[in-house]
């Protein structure tokens, strides 16, 4: 059974950092693809990064190359993105979903493509 759970969301100031989480279980990283999305109220879901395969090859968006990354880590069978320079703009729900196929590259596959998803954690940038 497919599960992500994603965790690590809060409150913090403009310019700080956070590290999300998603523990992932039910398939293998290594053929498989997990992705980042967001999605600020009123707005599409947007897909933040994507990472896969054995290497964890990762790309990011072009809104938030430089200031995110992410990795995984195979023992825990969790990947990670880590938020640096946070702007309020980078408000939203985060959350990670899988699809059967490595990342398709620069250009991140839409939400509609991605079949199992997390519950989603809250992050907001505020003063």
């Known amino acids: 059974q497919v599960q992500l759970v994603e965790s690590g969301g809060g409150l913090v100031q403009p310019g700080g950092s956070l590290r999300l989480s998603c523990a992932y279980s039910?398939?293998?990283?290594?053929?498989?693809?997990i992705g980042w999305f967001r999605q600020a109220p009123g707005k599409e879901r947007e897909g933040v990064s994507c990472i896969s395969g054995s290497a964890g090859t990762t790309y990011l968006s072009d809104s938030v190359k430089g200031r995110f990354s992410a990795s995984r880590d195979n023992a825990k069978n969790t990947v990670y993105l880590q938020m640096n320079s946070l702007e309020p703009e980078d408000t939203a729900v985060y959350y990670c979903a899988t699809i059967p196929q490595y990342c398709s590259g620069p250009d991140l596959l839409p939400a509609y493509e991605y079949k199992y998803w997390g519950q989603g954690t809250q992050v907001t940038v505020s003063s």
């Open positions: 039910g398939f293998t990283l290594d053929y498989n693809a």
